[in-house]
Nanobody, 115 residues
């Protein structure tokens, strides 16, 4: 696995917003966001594929939006209406769509929601 850096995390009050970003080397059109809360296993949050199709975890539907730029190098996660249960370390990931596992992973960025 090759690591990349995320940006945009931080601490917000419940109901606030954050936008996470990640830049990958080269063209990797299948991308996703994952998170891990203290004492819990890592879970998928959202993913996007080359034709723009998306999947969201039920608990974030309607609040989070995943997107990628036209070059398929950059991945974003807009998080609105944040709740304390969204707190955790967030990781981005990317791969070629024919690969079975993610090749690139972010180092992780902390998101803390209080209130």
């Amino acid at each position: 696995q090759m690591q990349v850096a995320e940006s945009g995390g931080g601490s917000v009050q419940a109901g606030g917003s954050l936008r996470l970003s990640c830049e990958f080397p080269g063209y990797n059109p299948c991308m996703g966001w994952f998170r891990q809360a203290p004492g819990k296993e890592r879970e998928g949050v959202a993913n996007i594929v080359s034709d723009g199709g998306t999947w969201y975890r039920g608990s974030v539907k309607g609040r989070f939006t995943i997107s990628q730029d036209n070059t398929k190098n950059n991945l974003y996660l807009l998080m609105n209406g944040l709740k304390p249960e969204d707190t955790g370390m967030y990781f981005c990931a990317a791969r070629q769509c024919y690969e079975s596992s993610y090749k690139y992973w972010g180092q992780g960025i902390q998101v803390t929601v209080s209130g």
